[in-house]
């Protein structure tokens, strides 16, 4: 049977946030309807965009904002906007002042641009001192956004379509972990080993969360702005994209990939019909609950590490899900930090899904907790001060933009077609990249 041990702490990772009152007061256009008080007391009115449009629509977020309501009387309102298109959709929005009070930090924003557009939420290494994974989105010694969860980075499988497929170890290598979804296959015509969300897009950018596990390396990201190669055989963009191009070719994922839903994705996994989705511990909850839905057995959904063993341990890169940041247009920033602290202190969201705590010493989830007793967490270390944007630069420079999905649609469909090799996918994808470092040298 796969490992069910537990473990009761995670590794402390430096980060963190302090307690600063903020005013409210701010030139420029926000979300919120309302000023607060000029002692920066919370009160008033606030928007609030979330990603999270399952959570908005069950009412979860009602309780929440009743509950925020409750220890803030004087705060009038707090309306959620839920967002499909989370990244698309604000990164429109920010192109003017009106993009809410409180949000999660789009990942198309770099480094140098956090101050164009958030408010600095405090100085980076004291806010360290409470928060984990406080780096992520720093620059220049202040942070602009606090995570709301920790997630760890592996796959989410059914688990008993694998061992009725006679896996029940995890796979330690990219070829164990093909054979296995072989074995599913040639258990069950009508499962799909490996679905990869294709048409939704966002979900292949998932597979991110397993460079740095691949050679268990926390400067993995700080190491390729320095090389012209990154993707060879044995690098961690290398065995992740191969394994990708080598599963599609094989016919292990689903029949069409130009035809998945990611909420039907859910269900799917489930009931057993799909046996594994490469997404991030966030992803836990949602499937169980899917499960459930369909009236099969929420235990069925299981959690395994990226499959690669480095010096016999299995390894796992742990960070912060979005950060919550605030307008720097806002015109009720008081309340905006207001909710963002209460939300990571009081709501219980972490624990709710399944993730760690971004507090550090925060406490492990049940769901977690044979996880973590298998496998090594590391936190991806920072960029040297002053090289916080270099990635970003190059990516966009040599035209690969590895945050847009359609560098991995690219990819499938190569696979699927035929029409370009992994070695010649890779050659291609080394001449953008070290043009794009010629470039932004």
């Known amino acids: 049977m796969f490992p069910q041990k537990r473990r009761t702490r995670v590794l402390a990772v430096a980060a963190a946030t302090t307690v600063l009152a903020l005013t409210a007061a701010c030139s420029g256009g926000g979300g919120g309807d309302e000023e607060a008080n000029d002692d920066g007391t919370p009160s008033g009115a606030i928007t609030v965009l979330t990603w999270r449009t399952d959570l908005v629509e069950d009412g979860t977020f009602d309780d929440y904002v ?15 906007e839920g967002i499909t298109d989370y990244e698309g959709e604000v990164k429109t929005r920010m192109s003017t002042d009106n993009y809410g009070d409180v949000l999660a930090i789009p990942g198309s924003v770099t480094p140098d641009q956090y101050a164009d557009f958030f408010e600095p939420l405090g100085d980076q290494e004291e806010m360290a001192k409470e928060y984990q994974w406080i780096n992520d989105k720093s620059f220049e010694g202040k942070s602009y956004g606090i995570p709301v969860v920790g997630n760890v980075q592996g796959y989410v499988y059914n688990k008993r379509v694998w061992e009725e497929a006679g896996v029940t170890e995890f796979p330690d290598t990219p070829e164990a972990f093909l054979d296995a979804l072989q074995k599913i296959k040639d258990n069950g015509v009508e499962i799909a080993p490996l679905y990869t969300n294709y048409k939704d897009g966002w979900p292949l950018s998932q597979w991110d969360g397993w460079l740095g596990a691949v050679t268990a390396d926390p400067d993995w990201k700080n190491k390729i702005v320095e ?21 599609v070719a094989d016919g292990l994922t689903e029949a069409d990939p130009t035809t998945t839903n990611w909420e039907e994705s859910k269900r799917l996994l489930g009931t057993g019909q799909v046996a594994t989705m490469v ?55 008081a309340t905006a930090r207001a909710w963002i602290d209460w939300f990571n202190h009081e709501s219980g969201f ?20 044979g996880f973590v007793s298998e496998v090594e967490l590391i936190t991806l270390n920072p960029a040297p001060e002053g090289k916080e944007a270099l990635f970003g630069d190059i990516d966009k420079a040599s035209g690969i933009v590895t945050t847009d999905p359609k560098f991995r649609q690219q990819t499938i469909d190569d696979a699927r077609s035929g029409a370009r090799t992994i ?14 470092r010629a470039s932004v040298a």
Do not use: C, R
């Open 66 to 80: 009743e509950k925020f309501k409750a220890a803030y009387p004087e705060v009038t309102d707090v309306k959620v």
């Open 279 to 333: 997404l991030g511990s966030w992803a836990i909850p949602q499937m169980q609950a899917a499960a459930e839905a369909a009236g099969e057995d929420p235990a069925d959904i299981a959690y395994a590490p990226t499959p690669v063993k480095v010096d016999g341990k299995f390894h796992s890169v742990a960070g912060g899900d979005y950060n919550l940041g605030i307008n720097v247009h806002s015109k009720n920033k």
């Open 423 to 436: 070695e010649q996918i890779f050659d291609d994808l080394n001449a953008k990249w070290a043009e794009g």
């Open 350 to 369: 972490s624990e709710s899904q399944a993730g760690l705590s971004p507090i550090i010493d925060g406490p492990v989830p049940a769901a977690l907790e």
């Open 227 to 247: 090389s012209d190669t990154p993707w060879t055989p044995e690098s961690d963009y290398g065995v992740v994209d191969g394994l990708i191009y080598q599963a």
